[in-house]
């Protein structure tokens, strides 16, 4: 019993953040490469290339929540989606305050805000933005998105 108790005491204890400065240096590589990948994805964005927005998501597909959602779409939903009329692009966008928190060598969670300018002239939104990046074929892919904001861009 007392094993029992230790031992469910040990799993429920916070485990201590690890400095970016004792990161291994694959990890270190794995948080470079995030922050690479989040500013190209702020440039495709920004510049409304859709086909770069999509090849972002992972080929499995990818879960996406926010404003009370959340729903898994295939890799060929999220192609059809960026495609089509139900995406406008803004008409400019930028990130701030990136945060990224490694979960192993070959994956990444994401943290920062957005701030999406409508293409229509109404005021810049400001989004919160999580997202899960894994490494697949080589490459970091959006697995898990998490966007949200006052008001819908």
Same mark, same amino acid.
């Given at each position: 019993?007392?094993?029992? +108790?230790? &031992?469910?005491?040990?799993?429920?204890?916070?485990?201590?953040?690890?400095?970016?400065? %004792?990161?291994?240096?694959?990890?270190?590589?794995?948080? $470079?490469?995030?922050?690479? @990948?989040? %500013? =190209? #994805?702020?440039?495709?964005?920004?510049?409304?290339?859709?086909?770069?927005?999509?090849?972002?998501?992972?080929? $499995? &597909?990818?879960?996406?929540?926010?404003h009370g959602r959340k729903? +898994?779409?295939?890799?060929?939903?999220?192609?059809?989606? #960026? /495609?089509?009329?139900?995406?406008?692009?803004?008409?400019? @966008?930028?990130?701030? =305050?990136?945060?990224?928190?490694?979960?192993?060598?070959?994956?990444?969670?994401?943290?920062?805000? $957005?701030?999406?300018?409508? /293409?229509?002239?109404?005021?810049?939104?400001?989004?919160? #933005?999580?997202?899960?990046?894994?490494?697949? =074929? $080589?490459?970091?892919?959006?697995?898990?998105?998490?966007?949200?904001? /006052?008001?819908?861009?």
């Amino acid at each position: 019993m007392l094993l029992l +108790f230790v &031992g469910a005491t040990v799993a429920c204890t916070p485990m201590a953040l690890t400095s970016p400065a %004792n990161y291994t240096s694959d990890i270190s590589e794995t948080v $470079g490469e995030a922050q690479r @990948f989040m %500013n =190209d #994805y702020a440039r495709d964005l920004a510049a409304g290339d859709r086909a770069a927005i999509a090849r972002r998501y992972a080929r $499995g &597909g990818a879960w996406l929540l926010g404003h009370g959602r959340k729903d +898994f779409e295939s890799y060929a939903r999220i192609e059809t989606r #960026y /495609a089509g009329p139900e995406w406008t692009p803004p008409r400019s @966008f930028e990130w701030r =305050d990136l945060s990224v928190e490694p979960t192993g060598r070959d994956a990444v969670v994401v943290a920062e805000l $957005g701030l999406w300018e409508p /293409a229509d002239g109404h005021p810049i939104v400001t989004l919160s #933005y999580t997202a899960l990046l894994i490494r697949e =074929d $080589g490459e970091l892919r959006i697995r898990l998105e998490d966007e949200s904001s /006052a008001r819908r861009p």
